[in-house]
């Protein structure tokens, strides 16, 4: 097997690992948030690669089509992708109002705040 | 047509019923609403319960679509269980909530905070419910996006941290659980689970499998706050509002357990999977490590939220302690003290909202003299605190006499030994709250208090009898809990 064949998953594992170190290495809140999203997307390119096969059409029956494509994982996506969406903008409202209360996104001047704070 | 609909209408009668709150757009109407239709939730769960026990496992199909191509609704005891305790916890707390969340959350906000309330109710009763893998991470989603909301309620500015970084990390472990039900559909090409477990026991062993388990364990043990993927919880029970932490502390958790049980017993239990990996053995290490390191943490805190917090991650590792010692005991005193925990700290953490609505955040140092000014509030914060520690006559003790009682059944002495020696711990908590209630003269915020109101007593008062009463009489908590240990043990090989 050639190692290519399995860029699909090389490429997800990576944008896997990126997004997950994104979340845990840095302090500003927004990008953490980004980090999140790369994270969540690698897992759409896990569902999606193996459901997609070369040659293969939409499951429609029709004369002289032999090879279709899964299209669960497909809408299995769509849903996350919206999951997705919805975890995001939630987040970004949460940064909105501790930039509103705290007046800064830093993870470590917010937590210097709460311990002058008690 | 109703009767047979039921399954359905569990989870669909909170997800109408949100919309209509924020169409209402008036706090109190939309109060009303949520009243309704969590009575009416609590109601068909029992009706759920009964039918489950009387005919055994109810298959629901959406759509006329047949399992395992359609989406399938399957109640067996165990989730039957979890409904009874998720949907009666969640009812009991909103007549008590209308003036708890009137005096914390600002009047224009009630009819979204309800809204959020009757969608997160939704998620955990979805989650319990399905019998499809995808299912359970959308509904997941729809508890934990309303959880974020609920605890972002909070009055003081902490709360938003605290909600911030449990989405962070809950989202993460959200993540987890969908690679680990996506492995499991590559291997398997299906997504209901009873059909996912037959096709798993007749298949070899092949590593996506081991890693769709480590994935799944790690996702769902983040959910369920199991040491150390804890750090989440503390912040966010001690800031949101009195009625998010007693909703969320009471339920929350629990259905993640349940995901732990569904997954381990239910669709690995006959893999080669189970065989080879020894889930059980690192579960188990961490449910002890979680026992004493969060009951240590719980002595020294001052804020008496964050203290019964950290006294929660204690208590969900004796409920994990149970599934791993994986024998009829074990398993029945975890399955019996997820209810018993709900019951004793949906109850304590209601009457720390009383005490919140008189004095504000329930410091130690500002609940001084808390029995000679509210002594309902205080006697019953005494009998939740004897059912953590586990005194005879509480529900508590129940569940401990079970997990003892497994420990010793394979030859633990040792865990045995563990078991109370931790109780002692949470003794030491528990007195200190005592102490300072009803030994020392009322504090300076107390002293113009009075004793909570009654709309706020009684339905923390009903949590409190429930402590003593199913304490006393266990057969249908633990009989029920040993009917389902039973069915998930027999499900294994």
Redesign the interface.
């Known amino acids: 097997m050639n190692a290519l064949d399995l860029i699909n998953y090389w490429i997800a594992m990576m944008l896997l690992v990126t997004g997950?170190y994104i979340?845990i290495a840095r302090g500003n809140?927004v990008k953490?948030l980004v980090g999140?999203s790369i994270?969540?997307t690698s897992?759409y390119l896990?569902?999606i690669s193996?459901s997609k096969i070369i040659g293969g059409t939409a499951p429609i029956i029709a004369p002289g089509v032999e090879l279709y494509s899964n299209p669960?994982?497909h809408v299995?996506i769509l849903?996350?992708i919206v999951?997705g969406v919805?975890?995001i903008a939630?987040?970004l409202a949460?940064?909105v109002?501790?930039h509103e209360?705290?007046g800064t996104i830093e993870e470590d001047e917010?937590h210097a705040q709460?311990q002058d704070g008690e | 047509m109703i009767e047979s609909n039921l399954p359905a209408l569990q989870v669909v009668l909170p997800l109408v019923a949100a919309p209509l709150c924020v169409l209402l757009r008036r706090g109190s109407l939309a109060w009303l609403v949520t009243w309704s239709a969590t009575w009416a939730t609590a109601a068909i769960s029992i009706a759920i319960l009964l039918r489950v026990l009387d005919a055994g496992t109810i298959s629901y199909t959406f759509g006329g679509w047949e399992p395992p191509w359609g989406i399938e609704y399957r109640v067996d005891i165990v989730n039957a269980f979890v409904l009874v305790l998720v949907s009666v916890i969640g009812a009991i707390i909103v007549p008590y909530a209308r003036r708890s969340v009137g005096a914390e959350i600002r009047s224009e906000q009630h009819y979204l905070f309800w809204a959020a309330y009757l969608l997160c109710l939704t998620g955990l009763l979805g989650v319990a419910i399905t019998g499809d893998a995808f299912n359970v991470f959308v509904f997941l989603e729809i508890s934990s996006l309303a959880t974020y909301i609920l605890i972002a309620c909070g009055q003081d500015r902490r709360a938003l941290v605290a909600s911030y970084q449990y989405l962070i990390m809950g989202t993460i472990g959200a993540t987890f659980i969908v690679i680990g039900i996506g492995l499991l559909y590559l291997m398997t090409g299906t997504l209901n689970l009873a059909d996912m477990a037959q096709r798993l026991s007749t298949m070899p062993l092949h590593r996506p499998q081991l890693a769709a388990l480590a994935f799944l364990t790690v996702g769902i043990s983040l959910k369920l706050a199991l040491f150390p993927l804890h750090l989440w919880l503390p912040n966010a029970y001690a800031y949101a509002p009195s009625v998010s932490t007693a909703f969320l502390s009471a339920t929350a958790t629990k259905v993640a357990v349940y995901l732990l049980l569904r997954f381990s017993y239910s669709v690995f239990g006959q893999s080669h999977v189970i065989e080879n990996i020894s889930v059980e053995a690192v579960i188990l290490a961490l449910s002890v490590a979680a026992i004493f390191t969060a009951s240590l943490v719980a002595i020294f805190q001052d804020d008496v939220k964050r203290m019964f917090a950290y006294s929660s991650v204690a208590q969900i590792g004796y409920i994990t302690l149970g599934i791993s010692l994986a024998n009829q005991n074990g398993l029945t005193g975890g399955i019996v003290h997820m209810f018993n925990h709900a019951v004793a700290k949906g109850a304590i953490f209601m009457l720390l909202g009383c005490v919140a609505l008189q004095i504000g955040q329930p410091l130690m140092a500002q609940m001084a003299g808390l029995a000679k000014r509210m002594p309902m509030t205080a006697a019953g914060l005494v009998v939740g605190g004897l059912s953590l520690i586990g005194v005879p006559g509480t529900v508590g003790f129940i569940s401990k006499w079970y997990l003892v009682v497994a420990a010793i059944e394979k030859g633990w002495w040792w865990l045995a030994a563990l078991v109370l020696i931790s109780s002692m711990l949470a003794a030491i908590y528990v007195w200190r709250l005592i102490e300072v209630c009803y030994f020392r003269e009322p504090s300076p915020e107390l002293e113009a208090a009075g004793e909570a109101p009654l709309s706020m007593l009684i339905p923390a008062w009903v949590l409190v009898i429930g402590c003593i009463y199913f304490g006393l009489d266990a057969t249908m908590t633990a009989g029920t809990a040993a009917s389902a240990a039973q069915s998930l043990l027999e499900a294994t090989r």
């Open positions: 997950l979340v809140l953490k999140l994270f969540q897992v896990i569902y193996p669960l994982p299995l849903t996350a999951v919805a975890t939630l987040g949460l940064v109002r501790i209360a705290y917010i709460d």
